[in-house]
Structure formats: structure tokens, C-alpha cells
């Protein structure tokens, strides 16, 4: 059983960054991938940036490339997301998951944390 647990969230200003950390709690950890969504209230949940964890290839969602950057550390079973230029669209609960397990990929992310509120003003 793996526990994923989110951090870095916060009310900022348009313009301003913000590192969301997650990190896993397990005996061993070997994920296929890792992923960060968002949710926003009234509208479906988003994927916005993934990353295999042998080799760190990474994805990102139209609505943040450029601006979001994902990355890890394996040796301490974290995932981050720095988020820079934010602007009141990115307003959301913000969740990192897990997907499948070592070279298996399961086709969908079956450990979730809680979530962290991110609030962009304007």
C-alpha cells in the first residue's frame, strides 16, 4: 500500500511561482509513472504533467507547457511540480498519483493523495 501526500499549496498572486511536493510513503517504491492533476471547482479533473521513473520522460498539458515543470527524486520517493507565471486559471485542488508499478504500466493512476489547494488572485 502506497500513501501519496501533497504539499506546496497556498494563495498567491497572478505572476507568482509555487513548488508542490509529493511524497510517497511505502516500503519500496517503484511506480511506472508518476502524474499531477487539478480540479477546479464546477469543472472535470484535469491531467497537466506526468514523468516515467526510470528513465524521466516527461508530459505536459497544453494549458501549462511552458510554464510547469515536473520533476523527481527517486532516492527520496518525491515528485515535484514548480509552477511559475500563475495566473487565476490555475486555481484548483492540485493531486499527484501513482500509475502501475516498476516496467508494468497498469493504463490508469491507482494511488491518489489528498489534494493541495493552489489560489491565484488577480
Known amino acids: 500500500q502506497v500513501r501519496l501526500v501533497e504539499s506546496g499549496g497556498g494563495l498567491v498572486q497572478a505572476g507568482a511561482s509555487l513548488r508542490l511536493t509529493c511524497t510517497a510513503s511505502?516500503?519500496?517504491?517503484?511506480?511506472?509513472?508518476m502524474g499531477w492533476f487539478r480540479q477546479a471547482p464546477g469543472k472535470e479533473r484535469e491531467q497537466i504533467a506526468a514523468i516515467t521513473w526510470d528513465r524521466g520522460v516527461s508530459y505536459y498539458a497544453t494549458s501549462v507547457k511552458g510554464r510547469f515543470t515536473i520533476s523527481k527524486d527517486n532516492a527520496k520517493n518525491m515528485v515535484f511540480l514548480q509552477m511559475n507565471n500563475l495566473t487565476p486559471g490555475d486555481t484548483a485542488v492540485y493531486y499527484c498519483a501513482k500509475r502501475g508499478s516498476g516496467d508494468y504500466d497498469s493504463g490508469q493512476y491507482d494511488s491518489w493523495g489528498q489534494g493541495t489547494q493552489v489560489t491565484v488572485s488577480s
Open positions: 511505502a516500503r519500496t517504491f517503484s511506480p511506472y509513472s
